[in-house]
């Protein structure tokens, strides 16, 4: 069942998990330096790994993984994951595979485009696409949906939460008079122009696939998209 933005969260995304951030939980000083975003990536790994708690050794593909957070946390979170870390950009595979990400036992780092994954069907438990979707235009997010959902059970979305019509004009209206002179405000009002709203979400599914359903829940300032398809029952079961 589709969810509903103003929904409480539905039952096929798991909720947050209750605890520290990062660097007061591990110490980790990259959590000091890197602050919000390296915690998204952390309380992220956390919503993932609650959809793959029942597979002894999950087979998790993330997309898109630029300087290789997520797949980090991952590893470090689960002692038995494997991880396949991709990205289309070749510069930044090349700095995963030099990295320790390379080198780890349980990782395999790939160029790799998320608008044609080059994988079999159902490859893998869970693929995740975090914190980039609403860089995307309409056609190639259509099918990083369609992707990502064949080559894995689901696919788990974390990116910025597009609000109702009204609110987004106040955040808009927010940006407007630091855009012109702040790179980092106009990078906000650029970012939040292209989110993607739940609305957005389902009519690129039913673009690619009418079989593929997507789930909402919030993480914060941004939202969960859980995308899966419905698999025919094979003939002759119950």
Not at 78 to 98: G, K, W, Y
């Amino acid at each position: 069942m589709v969810g509903s933005a103003a929904a409480d969260r539905p039952s096929g995304i798991p909720g947050p998990r209750r605890r520290r951030r990062p660097h007061q939980a591990t110490g980790d000083p990259l959590a000091r330096l890197d602050g919000p975003d390296l915690a998204d990536h952390y309380h992220f790994a956390a919503r993932a790994l609650q959809l793959v708690a029942d597979i002894a050794d999950p087979k998790i593909l993330e997309l898109g993984a630029g300087h290789g957070a997520l797949s980090r946390k991952l590893l470090e979170m689960h002692p038995t994951a494997q991880v396949t870390v991709t990205d289309i950009d070749p510069v930044s595979v090349s700095n995963l595979v030099s990295g320790d990400l390379g080198g780890h036992p349980r990782a395999v780092v790939r160029q790799m485009d998320a608008t044609d994954i080059d994988a079999p069907d159902r490859s893998y438990d869970l693929a995740l696409f975090a914190l980039a979707f609403h860089h995307l235009p309409p056609v190639p997010a259509a099918r990083v949906l369609a992707e990502g959902t064949r080559v894995a059970n689901k696919l788990l979305i974390c990116d910025m939460r597009r609000p109702p019509a009204p609110l987004h004009l106040i955040r808009l209206a927010s940006f407007l008079p630091f855009a012109l002179v702040l790179p980092l405000a106009h990078d906000g009002l650029i970012s939040s122009l292209r989110a993607y709203s739940p609305s957005g979400f389902r009519a690129l599914a039913a673009h690619e696939d009418p079989a593929i359903t997507v789930e909402f829940g919030r993480m914060g300032r941004n939202q969960i998209v859980l995308a899966q398809r419905r698999r025919p029952t094979p003939l002759g079961s119950a």
